[in-house]
């Protein structure tokens, strides 16, 4: 079952591209999940530093993960960064490949037990997902994490709705490696606490962006807690050292000071 995007990616979106051609300073790809949509990768946008040849980054056919720097719909132009993908991103986009090919396997079983069309049930549940969530996989990881309180709400078919359930809670599991942090954080300035608050808000928007399951909690000046979740070790070290980074900067950025205590063992 290959369901295809319409429309344009947003910029910014990461997206998984299949490279078409090569040319000395330029490389050419198809987006992957899009409907007919193409896009370019200038040489400067392929790897940090000089480059000698683009063929030690990219080989036709293969897949690589871009991020969308710019669009022009009336054109149909789109131009694409490899570079500017970071590890935690890169992670994140194959993480959310791989649970939404289980999810389209869990709608063909469902669809062949009922004896109806899988791409009709896909589509269908496309089309009412909440406006939190941006793929069926977000969707079907609540369901398995949470319940289904999320999967009434989608108002399926009874026995569509039943049989996806049961499937979802038997071949996705719910998301449970954890990392917890303890952050000192301090400011000088008369609105220092401004200043921190702003600093650990730069960490929810990265995680909302990139779907990392992040939680904040305040437990007496000047420390807080950070709770990251992932469902493996590698994608979990990536996206805690992403966070933390991204908290470090922005404090220092507001003349303030960034530790983090040592795990307890």
């Known amino acids: 079952m290959q369901i295809k995007r319409e429309g344009f990616p947003d910029e910014g979106e990461i997206v998984v591209c299949i490279v078409k051609k090569i040319q000395r300073t330029t490389v050419f790809v198809m987006l992957e999940d899009f409907e007919n949509k193409e896009g370019i990768i200038h040489i400067s946008e392929i790897s940090p530093g000089r ?10 056919g293969k897949k690589i993960i871009c991020k969308v720097l710019r669009k022009n719909e009336r054109y149909g132009n789109l131009d694409l960064s490899l570079r500017r993908v970071t590890t935690g991103q890169k992670l994140n986009k194959l993480k959310e490949i791989k649970l939404e090919d289980k999810c389209k396997k869990i709608i063909e079983s469902v669809s062949k037990q009922l004896k109806l069309d899988p791409e009709k049930i896909y589509m269908d549940i496309n089309s009412k ?26 108002k399926l078919d009874a026995k569509v709705s039943a049989l996806l359930e049961e499937t979802i809670k038997t071949r996705l599991k719910p998301q449970e490696i954890k990392n917890i942090r303890t952050l000192e954080l301090t400011c000088p300035s008369s609105d220092g606490v401004e200043s921190i608050k702003k600093s650990l808000k730069k960490a929810t928007d990265l995680a909302k962006k990139n779907n990392y399951k992040l939680r904040i909690d305040y437990i007496s000046a000047p420390n807080y807690g950070l709770t990251i979740t992932a469902s493996e070790p590698r994608e979990l070290e990536s996206q805690t050292e992403e966070i933390l980074e991204t908290i470090k900067e922005a404090i220092e950025n507001e003349k303030g000071t960034f530790g983090v205590q040592k795990p307890k063992k």
Not at 51 to 60: F, L, P
Not at 131 to 148: L, Y
Request: no cysteine; aromatic share 8%.
């Open 51 to 60: 480059i000698r040849t683009i063929r030690d980054y990219v080989k036709e």
């Open 129 to 154: 997902i909440p406006k939190d969530f941006d793929t069926i996989g977000q969707v079907f990881q609540e369901i398995a994490d949470e319940g289904n309180e999320l999967l009434t709400s989608l």
